[in-house]
Nanobody, 115 residues
Framework: QVQLVESGGGLVQAGGSLRLSCAAS????????IGWYRQAPGKQRELVAT???????KDAESLKGRFTISRDNAKNRVYLQMNSLKPEDTAVYYC?????????WGQGTQVTVSS
């Protein structure tokens, strides 16, 4: 089994930056795709960005240019660099890992952007 633990969330002013980190442990060799989703209050969970084992990324169109996903396979970590943050980026950010058999979620980390 794979376990995911997010970190790096917090409170930031509009225009600021944060870097989220997701540490994967367990059977990490089974992960095919890993990435980030977010869920704002009263809204559905939505894709932020994902990255495959081969390094291919899938990014939310609305976030391109501000958010960047990266992966350190040696450390079993995936990062989300978030720049030029806006109040509408306020949400719980979840790490997600997909294996051939399961779709796994971390516990989430809160990001709050003040205006």
């Amino acid at each position: 089994q794979v376990q995911l633990v997010e970190s790096g969330g917090g409170l930031v002013q509009a225009g600021g930056s944060l870097r989220l980190s997701c540490a994967a442990s367990g059977n990490t060799f089974s992960i095919v795709t890993i990435g980030w989703y977010r869920q704002a209050p009263g809204k559905q969970r939505e894709l932020v960005a994902t990255i495959t084992n081969g390094g291919s990324t899938k990014d939310a169109e609305s976030l391109k240019g501000r958010f960047t996903i990266s992966r350190d396979n040696a450390k079993n970590r995936v990062y989300l660099q978030m720049n030029s943050l806006k109040p509408e980026d306020t949400a719980v950010y979840y790490c997600n890992a997909v294996t051939p058999s399961v779709n796994l979620w971390g516990q989430g980390t809160q990001v709050t952007v003040s205006s």
